[in-house]
């Protein structure tokens, strides 16, 4: 594809706002390196530059990620080479099946209820919808709590639906199902995609929906306010990136030597 | 059973606080006089006097009871009739269902949770945990109203029990219950009781036990705390209700004139 057409791609994807370097980032050595395989400053610098982002604001970037222990680099010929540190990798894993999940939790869900009197800690991966009342995908074992199950045909009440999933994420999940739509439309009809461009719009698609589905409680689809996307990005997201192959980073490096 | 037998299993039943009077002849109403039956002064001041309570106190009750529109008073020969007013009757309707129960809700009930920030009116017949979350027997139909069914084999933690009915109402039912197992066991080795000894008894009976009841949340046993022994109460008051005759005023009347 050329230049222009795939410039043109990215901007409608990224949208108005540049997306957070070391997030970015963050998100790269995630995609394609989480096994620690080393990425070259000249594979990061390719990336980031298709996405807007100007080589001292990506040197910044990596910087901070080198000093908050997120990554480890070394020299590399004329250039640096990094990759994710130990603690870096225990994070990404840790990340990835919410950010590839191609799957909702299942249908039915639980809602919890802590004493409000009481010291102990809550269960782990509640969304609360008042301070001692909450919903989870799994059963607590939490012997003080009560917790009692939500079947798949409950229907939730508007107010309830707003407290798990408040209306600015709705509006997320909308901004980028609509997103993937355009992106999904255009590559139907597009030409051939360097590795490069795959690797960019590969990157740019999970960076998009991290930021949203790290934020949404992990609940069923079904307690999700009225008008929310999030299923329809995820299912958008699973089918692109079927169809974008995950280079590895010395590939694209050989693919930038040609 | 002679006076002093007799007066020993009142004061045992009755406890060391004397009843509130007025309380008390909504009892003896309710019970004896519900369909509007008019009831003798000379009948209520021999109820009354055999459960400790001086002919100034029930006078002052009567007039207090047909100020607030509970009673009306008729003369009758020397003295006076009283029977209850179209409102003091519907009133005792309305109670008698919960006080002569004899089998507690069915064993599902509803959990309930309404909307923290919402103005509209809560489902009658609630018991609340906290300011938006309670406990009710049947399904709510408020659409606003979030309610998801609590099996009959859900086991509530304990801090929950508590706040559907606090220790003090746990200690009532225990007390009661032993008072009541007491008269139980009096009476099966008693002599013949006289109709007025019937009557005292029933209406000490009925009245301790609404005192009580009508202060429980309307729910399935299995949700009260541990120690709770409503369910004994319930189950004595039946079983010695069905012992003692509900003598009509005018066989009292009778009784007292032979």
Redesign the interface.
Known sequence: MDDDAFDKLVADLRGEDAPRVWSLLVTVFGDMAQDGSSVTSAVLGQITARIGIKPEAMRVALHRLRKDGWIESERRGRGSAYRLSPQGRVESVKASPRIYAREAPEGACW?V?T????QGAAPEGIAW??P??GVMAGEPQD????A???GAE?D??A??RARLCPPELVLLTRTLGDRLDRLTRALTSADQLDPVQEAVLRVLIVHEWRRIVLKLPRLPDQVFPEGWAGALCREAVGALLDRLPQHRPRDLEAALAA
Not at 115 to 118: C, Q, T, Y
Request: hydrophobic fraction near 55%.
């Open positions: 809602l209820l004493d409000p009197a009481g919808i008042t001692n009342v012997q003080d709590v009560f009692t199950r939500i409950a939730l009440p107010w309830m």
